[in-house]
């Protein structure tokens, strides 16, 4: 009789912890990463945060949206890493004159990241922008509610839409269209209209501000770069948001080093951690089919001597660091290799 009884409360609790773990996997089976690319170029950002996430373990769905810009052969590389792989079509803000103001036509086309609410399959996401990493596991994320974000280093009662929690929705999809067409955004870019739609966000719920070390966007080292040594090990998400990003870094291919400019020193080790798993899980899947960077580093050599291809693609590398401040001043760009390019063109004389 006492055994029976026993037998009956083990086969119930089997039960219910069986029921319980179906629960939970269905949880995480409904819930997604999700990022955008809508270039080649961009798709190699994507790649690599995939990686990242992959690396610390998460339990939880990858989606990336892509537009026709990315080419058929790296929406084949992409469909390989992420569990979906989402076209959608291009939105553009067309707002000239406040995209003019920062500088930054391109972002008009960041609207095209209002696509994720329609993402419905999932009842719950967290976006991430391709110029993000994962450093250390974040699934807690999707304890979060919608909508949750972490502030803006520009304007701390703004948040920074590079990474946030979200609920997809078709309502919420049209709502952020009309009011797109009916007010436009602020900053003429996604950004701009995602905190005038949620502008409640600064006052409503501090548990919907997310810490700083969810979205560490990186050129706020400069500015408080004591605070970044002192928190900087426990940043769970960079974000390499305006122009700084890893792939546009000068990167030696045969050591396999990063050589970003003395002022971003701080800042190797992120690019470098790119790097790394762009050289191990990315650059041996490239084709020269591709377009853009992802074409030019499918020719790259890794950990031998430069051909021809790879040096041009280097001296671009290095051109586009010199545009953005960023110089090799240990290596390249010496002051003694500066001065021996200057005497040898001198003592050459004019182009006849």
């Known amino acids: 009789m006492i055994f029976c009884i026993y037998f009956d409360i083990k086969k119930g609790l089997g039960a219910y912890y069986f029921s319980l773990k179906l629960a939970r996997l269905f949880i995480k089976s409904s819930q997604a990463w999700v990022t955008l690319a809508t270039n080649d170029s961009y798709s190699l950002g994507a790649l690599v945060l995939a ?31 992420f569990d979906e792989v989402h076209l959608v079509d291009v939105l553009d803000s067309k707002d000239a004159v406040n995209l003019a103001l920062l500088a930054r036509p391109d972002l008009g086309i960041t609207f095209t990241k209002l696509h994720c609410w329609r993402l419905t399959n999932y009842n719950k996401c967290v976006f991430l922008d391709a110029d993000t ?49 009916s007010k436009g955004s602020f900053d003429g870019g996604d950004q701009g209209l995602l905190n005038t739609y949620f502008n409640d966000w600064a006052t409503r719920d501090i548990n919907r501000h997310l810490p700083f070390i969810y979205n560490m966007c990186s050129p706020s080292h400069y500015s408080y770069l004591p605070a970044f040594k002192q928190f900087g090990e426990g940043v769970k998400i960079a974000h ?45 899947h490239l084709s020269p089919d591709m377009a853009g960077l992802a074409s030019a580093f499918s020719q790259m050599k890794l950990g ?8 041009e693609l280097q001296e671009h590398l290095r051109r586009s660091a010199w545009e953005q401040g960023s110089m090799d001043f240990m290596g390249a760009d010496a002051f003694d290799n500066i001065w021996s ?8 004389g004019p182009n006849k």
Not at 59 to 79: E, F, I, K, P, S
Not at 144 to 153: L, Q, T, V, Y
């Open 51 to 81: 990686h990242s996430l992959k690396r610390v373990g998460t339990t939880r769905r990858l989606v990336v949206m892509v537009t026709t810009g990315v080419t058929l052969v790296m929406q084949d590389q992409l469909r390989a890493v």
């Open 133 to 181: 990493l994962v450093l250390q596991p974040c699934d807690e994320l999707f304890d979060r509610e919608e909508f949750s974000a972490a502030p803006d280093p520009g304007w701390p009662d703004c948040f920074n839409s590079g990474v946030f929690v979200f609920r997809p929705n078709e309502d919420t999809y049209k709502s952020l269209l009309s009011l797109a067409l």
């Open 240 to 284: 390499f948001i305006g122009p700084n990003k890893p792939w546009s870094q000068y990167f030696d291919s045969e050591t396999k080093q990063v050589r970003p400019s003395p002022t971003a020193g701080h800042l190797k080790y992120l690019f470098q951690f790119w790097w790394d798993l762009f050289c191990a899980h990315v650059h041996p």
């Open 341 to 348: 390019k200057i005497m040898d063109t001198v003592n050459k």
């Open 304 to 311: 031998e001597p430069s051909p021809a291809a790879t040096v």
